[in-house]
């Protein structure tokens, strides 16, 4: 079970996700309405660290760009999509969480944990449930896409993940969070993890 809240751009929405409580919260550096500059989000970080996992959310980053979020942020996590991966250079150390938008097939090399998304990040499209089941059988796969406090059992029903993760599913307008829903999000997701557990334990 591992939670994220992607997208955070108020204190309020991280003391809602540090209460809630969640694995990991997410601070975005690309083209977003979610999107921070360097020195607001090591500010809205700073309650959280060592509590959680503070992720830096990019796509397709320059190396500049990438290197700067890596010296300023100073990041947990780096999420970014798995081509990018390919034509960095990123600290060996460094945790990664490649983001996949499809999958190629059983003969597709995958990391051991990736995020799994669709087309477009923080749209609140929902991405291919099947395809996400088949690929959550051969590495820890995060859910994300479409997801919010309503459909993320059936979400977790329907692809046994190892993770979820949400963005604007709980916002109370585009960019900002609600930390009512950010709560019931994470509520809910563990409910549904608890109940797939507690399932395989009776089997």
């Known amino acids: ?85 390919q034509l960095l250079e990123v600290p060996k150390q460094l945790e990664l969480l490649p983001v996949f938008r499809g999958w190629e097939g059983p003969h597709a090399r995958l990391p051991p944990r990736l995020l799994f998304e669709g087309l477009t990040s923080g749209s609140g499209t929902p991405c291919d449930w099947t395809l996400a089941q088949r690929v959550a059988r051969r590495a820890q796969l995060v859910l994300a896409g479409g997801l919010d406090p309503d459909n993320v059992a059936a979400a977790i029903s329907a692809v046994h993940p190892f993770g979820v993760d949400v963005s604007s599913g709980v916002e109370e307008r585009p960019g900002v969070k609600s930390p009512a829903e950010v709560v019931r999000f994470a509520a809910a997701a563990r409910s549904a993890f608890e109940m797939i557990q507690q399932e395989q334990r009776s089997a």
């Open 1 to 85: 079970m591992w939670i994220k809240i992607c997208g955070i751009t108020t204190s309020e929405a991280v003391a809602a996700a540090l209460a809630a409580p969640v694995d990991a919260i997410g601070f975005v550096f690309a083209d977003s309405p979610r999107q921070l500059t360097l020195e607001d989000a090591v500010a809205l970080a700073a309650p959280a660290r060592g509590r959680v996992r503070c992720v830096a959310v990019t796509r397709h980053p320059s190396q500049r760009h990438l290197d700067d979020i890596l010296a300023g942020f100073q990041p947990d996590v780096l999420q970014t999509d798995a081509e990018d991966l």
